[in-house]
């Protein structure tokens, strides 16, 4: 092979949900795959190979702005919204040499945005803007007119518009630590994010940013594209064909035969080796693969493989030469670099290797730690582990999982740990850090609470079941929680025993939440006597409970705050400090 040869740059497009990077591909390519997405949001991975030749066809520019191309053209990357996907990894970084960061300039940053963003300055990948669906702006009109002299020829409020518009991300950018422009206006690419505004729509802006990409790529890639030696790729996702399982992959070095063995990396650590069955590439400009005998980096394929051994995705794989110990030291090395766990922390699953970094990074930057990270279904493994944390830190007794399910077998099992899912990143952190925030609250209210709680009863009359010792009868939750053992006062601060049992539904519990109607037993007490004329019974605080719960108001829902000083008036005419 020559030693000369470069690679084509692997391009991944990216951006917020419904911004419009797959449509911006479609332009690239004329074709509709946007169209044929469900609900208009890519489902999957999809690679483009785009040859240097109809790139010049499609971007007369090129050659106008005098780019001496040597680089074979693109390998695109379509991806879902996820930023996980924005992690697609190979040994020493980012699987993407460039990034095309696609935003709506009406839209701004979103909350997928920023989390692109934050990944992509994570892998230090450099990246353009796609300033996407200019057209929306109000006012704004067509021009065959260069792109530069389109946006000068706007009327002025439309151009004030679209000046607003772009210099507020300009600013938001600079927020992320970039220094970013229009590139036209831009002497130092490697110093400035490039902004491309354009319409997927009008196609107005297309053909600058596809000479952007090629001018950068020529400038700052060229040097870093050089062809190796030996075939490296990484599995990106293993798709079912009526009986038979495909792996789409890219080769992003190297040239890989056919008659060629492959080592791929395991989670546990040991290489799978396998021989070919079929080996496909991608055709130019087009979904379908066609069978070759060899593929040359850079370039999207589908393999089958002999082994029937599980392939995850998102793992590495390379030419296996009776290298065994050495490609098993690589691989391990690369999956323990990008997966580190602490000694105590929650449990994390994703569906891919890069999908799981990504959510590792995300964890990381909001400071929660990962004591165990696998790939694939939540399992009854995970529960185990994630149980063994609800006696070291209650916290870390949860399961995130993104892009991925839970096993059947253990959906009835999972009454005390909490699993959270999503198939948007951002959410899942989200949901994640808001049930911590008050799965704190509701530990640190326990322990100011000790032996006691909150509750106030209201008293069913019509449900005396005895009216001797022991009274059995029936309440009402009205504010907190009922449990056993719970000392009650009723409203003109008469002591009316201690709670011997509950019972809910014919079956005795130890405790109850409000708006349950239960019975309950309390020895000592007649009800006749005692409660007939009583109406409501409330928690028996002491002096120090009280005061406790004062202090700590910020942990106690409205309801109990206005139960407390409900308390409060009872205990006012005999003790007037207990005021709120």
């Not at 990504?358 to 009854?380: R, T």
């Not at 309390?522 to 006749?528: D, K, L, Q, R, S």
Request: glycine content about 6%.
């Amino acid at each position: 092979m020559n030693s000369d040869k470069i690679r084509k740059p692997i391009v991944t497009v990216v951006g917020h949900v419904d911004h419009g990077k797959t449509s911006i591909l479609d332009t690239f390519r004329q074709s509709c795959v946007q169209e044929g997405e469900a609900g208009g949001i890519t489902q999957k991975i999809s690679f483009t190979s785009y040859p240097l030749e109809q790139l010049k066809d499609a971007c007369p520019l090129i050659e106008k702005s005098g780019i001496g191309l040597t680089i074979p053209g693109f390998l695109l990357i379509d991806t879902p919204g996820h930023a996980a996907f924005t992690n697609l990894r190979k040994r020493g970084g980012s699987l993407a040499d460039l990034a095309v960061l696609v935003i709506d300039i009406n839209d701004g940053i979103k909350p997928q945005t920023a989390e692109v963003i934050q990944i992509l300055k994570h892998n230090k990948t450099p990246f353009i803007i796609a300033l996407n669906k200019i057209d929306n702006i109000s006012g704004w009109m067509k021009s065959d007119k260069p792109l530069k002299e389109s946006i000068e020829s706007q009327a002025d409020n439309v151009k004030q518009l679209f000046d607003e518009k772009y210099m507020t991300l300009i600013g938001s950018l600079n927020s992320y630590g970039f220094e970013s422009d229009l590139y036209y206006n831009i002497d130092d690419f490697a110093q400035n994010i490039a902004l491309v505004p354009c319409s997927a729509r009008t196609l107005q802006g297309i053909p600058e940013l596809i000479m952007v990409l090629c001018g950068l790529s020529q400038r700052y890639l060229a040097d870093k594209l050089k062809l190796g030696k030996d075939a490296k790729g990484v599995m990106l996702e293993i798709k079912k064909e009526k009986s038979t399982n495909y792996i789409e992959s890219i080769l992003y070095d190297g040239e890989l035969s056919k008659k060629d063995e492959i080592a791929v990396a395991s989670f546990d650590g040991e290489p799978i080796i396998s021989k070919i069955r079929i080996l496909e590439e991608i055709q130019p400009l087009c979904d379908r693969f066609k069978p070759v005998d060899k593929a040359q980096a850079s370039t999207g394929l589908r393999l089958q493989l002999i082994s029937k051994t599980e392939i995850l995705p998102g793992m590495p794989f390379e030419i296996y030469k009776n290298n065994l110990e050495e490609i098993k030291e690589k691989f391990k090395k690369e999956i323990s670099d990008n997966i580190k766990t602490a000694k105590q922390g929650i449990i994390a699953k994703a569906d891919s290797l890069g999908s799981l970094e990504a959510l590792l990074v995300m964890l990381s930057q909001s400071n929660i730690p990962v004591v165990k990270a696998g790939i694939g279904k939540i399992s009854k493994s995970d529960l185990i582990s994630a149980k063994a944390n609800l006696d070291i830190n209650p916290l870390d007794a949860i399961i995130v999982g993104f892009n991925v399910e839970v096993d059947e077998e253990i959906k009835e099992l999972k009454k005390k740990i909490k699993i959270i899912t999503h198939e948007v990143v951002y959410k899942l952190i989200d949901d994640l850090v808001e049930f911590r925030i008050e799965k704190k609250k509701e530990i640190e209210k326990k322990r100011i609470m000790g032996l006691t709680t909150l509750c106030k009863l209201k008293i069913l009359p019509q449900h005396v079941f005895r009216n001797t010792s022991p009274a059995i009868f029936g309440v009402r939750i009205e504010t907190g929680k009922l449990i056993k053992n719970l000392n009650l006062i009723d409203e003109k601060d008469e002591k009316q025993g201690r709670i011997k049992n509950i019972q809910s539904e014919n079956k005795a519990v130890d405790d109850a939440m409000e708006g349950l109607e239960v019975a309950i037993s309390i020895p000592g007490t007649n009800f006749e006597r005692k409660l007939k004329n009583r109406s409501f019974l409330y928690s028996s605080l002491s002096e120090s409970q009280f005061k406790n719960f004062k202090k700590n108001k910020d942990l106690l829902s409205s309801k109990e705050i206005s139960l407390l000083q409900e308390i409060a008036e009872i205990k006012r005419e005999k003790k007037s400090e207990w005021g709120m």
